[in-house]
Structure formats: C-alpha cells, structure tokens
C-alpha cells in the first residue's frame, strides 16, 4: 500500500497538514480497514469519517474536509545550507510529505519544522521561511541519485516533461547558476538547438524564435515525455500554402 500524509480545510478554506502524531492516527487507521475513527487530533476529540472523508468534532460539532496525499515511496529530500555549497537531508517526517504533497500533483505545502513554518514549491523547488523570508533551494533524490524533472509548457497548457538527458544538462547549468545553456535536439529528421534562459525561464527555438514556458519541479513521472516527440514540440513553420492567384500564406507560428 502507498504511503500517505493527511490534511485538513481550515477556517480559511485552505488545506492545512495535520502533524505527523495525527496523520500517523488515520494512516494506521485506514490501513486496517477502519471506515469511522473517535480519536484525538492535537488534544480535541474527533470522529472520522473515511468513507465521507471528514473529521468532526465532537464537542462544538464542526465538521470539516479532510484529505490523503500518497505517493508510492518515500524519497530524501534535501535542502542547500547558507553558503550555497552543501545539500543537507530533511528529516523522515517532511520527506514523507513531500513526497506524498509532490506524487499528487500539488504545486506547494507548508510544513512545521523545528518550530519553524515552511512554505515548499514544487515548481521552483524552492522552501522558504515564511517568517523570515529566507528562501533555500531543494532537491529530491531517488534511487540513489539526485534527478529533478524540467518540464516545459504545451500548445495546450499542459506541462510535458523534458527527457531524462536534457533534465540532466539543464539541471547541471541550474546548479552552476548560469543564466543560460544550450540543449541540442536531434528527431532524426533534423537537429533544433534551444536556449534555455534560467532567468526568464522559458526556452527559444534558434530556428524558429518561438518561446515557450519552461519550469523545475520534484514531481516524478513513470513516462517522460521527450522535447524531441515531433508530435509534442515542433516549432517549425508549416509550408505556406499555394493560392490559385499565386500568392502564399502570411500565417506563421
């Protein structure tokens, strides 16, 4: 069974974590098959409901939404020191929510470590103190390797992931803080030669000129989609076509 971590709607309709004593409550529940649980959650009796997914408690009676974020393992997950030199691990309790928050799809959580509240984007794969404002980057590792997905954004919207090369290149000139690098695409049909700009965050077909959004995330992904699919990432033009009065297309992409 999948690993999970538990939140519940706030006063403010937001999804806030329950601590890790709790969510150990209702994991260890639901993983024996318990559909209602009377428990205590940080000191207040409550009844939960997994089958409607809800907690109520069961003195003022206020019912509110609750939630299962899982992931099918938990990874390390680290964070760069103040110099900007060194990776250093997050303990257990936070990689198991983030692996849980990032394998089901959120863009960010916030989490309590040491007495401290963190705000964690999976986009930017960033965390920042939200009292002090400092921002860290991070990193997650798997299989005994660090590997963070680039994904760049579709004529449709939808983000598709670089393939596991070009995440390579582009995450080593991020790590480098260069502004900029250069990946090199060969379809077999032709080669395309793409800048991507760290700053701007977007990519640049050379050929074609045409930009497209471009994000770093901690969101694995079983199936990788390459840049070099011809049916998901081609900027070239298409051939104008002929008029009977011998005059061409002026659309161009």
Request: with cysteine.
């Amino acid at each position: 069974m999948s690993v999970g971590w538990w939140q519940y709607k706030d006063d403010d309709g937001e999804w806030a974590s329950h601590s890790s004593a709790d969510a150990k409550k209702l994991e260890d529940a639901l993983k024996d098959g318990e559909t209602d649980l009377k428990c205590k959650l940080s000191g207040r009796s409550y009844m939960i409901c997994f089958t409607a997914m809800t907690q109520k408690n069961t003195i003022s009676g206020t019912k509110r939404k609750i939630r299962r974020l899982k992931s099918k393992s938990v990874s390390k997950w680290l964070y760069q020191d103040d110099d900007g030199t060194s990776w250093l691990a997050l303990g257990s309790t936070e990689c198991n929510a983030l692996s849980c928050a990032a394998d089901s799809g959120l863009d960010r959580i916030k989490l309590i470590v040491n007495g401290n509240e963190y705000s964690f984007d999976f986009n930017k794969m960033t965390q920042m103190n939200t009292k002090s404002k400092t921002i860290r980057k991070i990193t997650r590792k798997t299989g005994g390797s660090t590997f963070m997905v680039w994904e760049w954004k579709g004529d449709h919207g939808g983000w598709i992931q670089y393939n596991p090369s070009h995440c390579k290149q582009i995450e080593k000139a991020y790590q480098a803080d260069e502004i900029k690098t250069k990946i090199q695409v060969d379809t077999g049909k032709r080669t395309t030669v793409y800048t991507i700009h760290f700053g701007l965050m977007e990519q640049r077909n050379k050929d074609t000129d045409q930009k497209r959004a471009i994000r770093r995330t901690g969101k694995l992904k079983t199936k990788p989609t390459p840049i070099d699919d011809d049916d998901s990432e081609d900027d070239t033009p298409p051939p104008k076509k002929k008029h009977k009065t011998g005059h061409s297309d002026d659309d161009t992409d």
